[in-house]
């Protein structure tokens, strides 16, 4: 498995979405989003993603994750149901996790170049 990392941030097509609930064909995508992610996840593709609680315009989600390359992730992003179907827009950044829990309370340390 690849160790690139790249970040996906979403944020919904219509903000009123999160007001005053999604239309029936949103809501279908949303249910085929989160089976999306939930699939890469479970494959070790995906290191987490989860959203914003606010429910206003400044609202967004991240998903984390691992691609052989830019173009993969571009891939894996422009795949995501949300993104495809246009209930969200997707922007793309190469990614690099300094820290989280699992890696200090392990001990394990990487250089970092920053």
Same mark, same amino acid.
Request: proline share 4%.
């Given at each position: 498995? &690849? @160790?690139?990392?790249?970040?996906?941030?979403?944020?919904?097509?219509?903000?009123?979405?999160? *007001?005053?609930?999604? !239309? %029936?064909?949103?809501?279908?995508?949303?249910?085929?989003?989160?089976?999306?992610?939930?699939?890469?996840?479970?494959?070790?593709?995906?290191?987490?993603?989860?959203?914003?609680?606010?429910?206003?315009? &400044? @609202?967004?989600?991240?998903?984390?994750?691992?691609?052989?390359?830019?173009?993969?992730?571009? *891939?894996?992003?422009? !795949? %995501?149901?949300?993104?495809?179907?246009?209930?969200?827009?997707?922007?793309?950044?190469?990614?690099?996790?300094?820290?989280?829990?699992?890696?200090?309370?392990?001990?394990?340390?990487?250089?970092?170049?920053?």
């Amino acid at each position: 498995m &690849s @160790t690139n990392q790249f970040i996906y941030k979403i944020v919904p097509t219509r903000p009123d979405m999160l *007001t005053s609930g999604p !239309t %029936d064909d949103e809501a279908v995508v949303l249910k085929q989003h989160y089976e999306y992610l939930r699939d890469l996840t479970e494959r070790g593709i995906v290191r987490i993603a989860g959203r914003t609680l606010v429910e206003d315009e &400044s @609202t967004f989600g991240i998903v984390i994750f691992y691609a052989e390359s830019e173009r993969e992730a571009n *891939t894996v992003m422009n !795949t %995501d149901p949300a993104v495809k179907l246009g209930v969200m827009h997707g922007e793309l950044h190469p990614f690099r996790i300094a820290l989280d829990s699992s890696s200090v309370s392990a001990g394990v340390h990487e250089k970092s170049d920053t």
